[in-house]
């Protein structure tokens, strides 16, 4: 197996054509691994055609109950397809089970599709629907205006349409990649123009001939690698007023409490809730004391 070389040298086309030339001398290992994975994705398409989403419940779609529902599986079963680990179940817009502090098991649902679990569920698989509508159609816009998260999104693209779409989900990776095998790209593209970008690119290069899109992703990776986990920095402004939903989507912590945990990004949010009277906060230069913590703050 060829040895992976620095990335700080992939911007050389020559570097870039002995990784193709090596990375081909083990096709047949590569080629055999997609076969057993391309049998995972079909039977997942086939038990999830049009009809049988349309026939879903929140019972068979949701994570949180087993390991045969539409969410469980996609995300578990077919994880080396694209993994979606990491990221809140709130991703598949309804899902059961606790919600932050709150441990209470339930129905838990994403505030647009509203707030009865059923009702959700329609509008979700609507959702699915016209999303694989919309690809069938190569109608870019209608995905782009998808009610469905973008990794969720980008997950049922990757498994439904296998030959158009990455299963990479990640802008932070699609940057990394483009970079490092030195494209260019507008500041203002998006996921779905990155992956494009790629995908061009690697039709492009001699030696990729039998390559599909899986193949491609199993090169990225194991031969141009990853980017370095990096330090999480919000992008707030000091002063800013936030809604519990804001700060679930950009600190990733539950929705109760004056303390939150986000194990995700390694952080304590300490909650300053000016709407009630359990505390006040005092300012000394840059930093906030607490200096009246009533126990009525915690969740009760």
Same mark, same amino acid.
């Given at each position: 197996?060829?040895?992976?070389?620095?990335?700080? %040298?992939?911007?050389?086309? #020559?570097?870039?054509?002995?990784?193709?030339?090596?990375?081909?001398?083990?096709?047949?290992?590569?080629?055999?691994?997609? !076969? +057993?994975?391309?049998?995972?994705?079909?039977?997942? %398409?086939?038990?999830?055609?049009?009809?049988?989403?349309?026939?879903?419940?929140?019972?068979?779609?949701?994570?949180?109950?087993?390991k045969t529902t539409f969410c469980y599986r996609i995300e578990n079963e077919l994880k #080396?397809?694209?993994?979606?680990?990491?990221?809140?179940?709130?991703?598949?817009?309804?899902?059961?089970?606790?919600?932050?502090?709150?441990?209470?098991? #339930?129905? +838990?649902?994403?505030?647009?599709?509203?707030?009865?679990?059923?009702?959700?569920?329609?509008?979700?698989?609507?959702?699915?629907?016209?999303?694989?509508?919309?690809?069938?159609?190569?109608? @870019? @816009?209608?995905?782009?205006?998808?009610?469905?998260?973008?990794?969720?999104?980008?997950?049922?693209?990757?498994?439904?349409?296998?030959?158009?779409?990455?299963?990479?989900?990640?802008? #932070?990776?699609?940057?990394?990649?483009?970079?490092?095998? !030195?494209?260019?790209?507008?500041?203002?593209?998006?996921?779905?123009?990155?992956?494009?970008?790629?995908?061009?690119?690697?039709?492009?290069?001699?030696?990729? @001939?039998?390559?599909?899109?899986?193949?491609?992703?199993?090169?990225?990776?194991?031969?141009? !690698?990853?980017?370095?986990?990096?330090?999480?920095?919000?992008?707030?402004?000091?002063?800013?007023?936030?809604?519990?939903?804001?700060?679930?989507?950009?600190?990733?912590?539950?929705?109760?409490?004056?303390?939150?945990?986000?194990?995700?990004?390694?952080?304590?949010?300490?909650?300053?809730?000016?709407?009630?009277?359990?505390? @006040?906060?005092?300012?000394?230069?840059?930093? %906030?004391?607490?200096?009246?913590?009533?126990?009525?703050?915690?969740?009760?």
């Amino acid at each position: 197996m060829m040895k992976r070389v620095p990335w700080e %040298v992939f911007m050389d086309k #020559e570097i870039l054509k002995k990784l193709i030339t090596g990375f081909n001398a083990q096709m047949d290992k590569v080629k055999a691994d997609e !076969g +057993r994975l391309e049998a995972i994705r079909a039977q997942f %398409v086939r038990d999830y055609s049009v009809v049988n989403i349309q026939n879903l419940t929140k019972e068979s779609y949701c994570t949180g109950l087993g390991k045969t529902t539409f969410c469980y599986r996609i995300e578990n079963e077919l994880k #080396e397809l694209g993994d979606m680990h990491g990221s809140y179940a709130s991703k598949f817009g309804l899902y059961y089970g606790k919600w932050g502090e709150d441990k209470k098991k #339930e129905y +838990r649902i994403v505030p647009k599709f509203g707030d009865d679990p059923d009702a959700a569920m329609e509008k979700i698989k609507q959702a699915i629907i016209e999303l694989l509508i919309a690809a069938n159609n190569a109608d @870019e @816009e209608s995905i782009r205006d998808s009610r469905l998260s973008q990794i969720f999104r980008s997950k049922i693209l990757g498994t439904y349409y296998p030959d158009k779409y990455l299963n990479i989900y990640s802008e #932070e990776h699609l940057d990394f990649f483009l970079k490092k095998i !030195g494209i260019a790209v507008d500041s203002e593209a998006d996921l779905l123009e990155k992956q494009k970008v790629l995908i061009n690119w690697m039709k492009e290069q001699p030696g990729t @001939e039998s390559w599909t899109l899986l193949t491609f992703e199993k090169f990225l990776y194991e031969q141009i !690698g990853q980017p370095k986990k990096i330090a999480f920095k919000p992008e707030v402004e000091m002063g800013a007023t936030l809604s519990n939903n804001d700060l679930h989507e950009i600190f990733g912590v539950g929705n109760m409490g004056c303390m939150r945990r986000s194990q995700k990004n390694n952080l304590l949010l300490i909650v300053s809730d000016h709407t009630k009277s359990f505390y @006040e906060d005092k300012w000394y230069g840059d930093v %906030v004391s607490r200096e009246k913590i009533s126990a009525g703050c915690l969740p009760g």
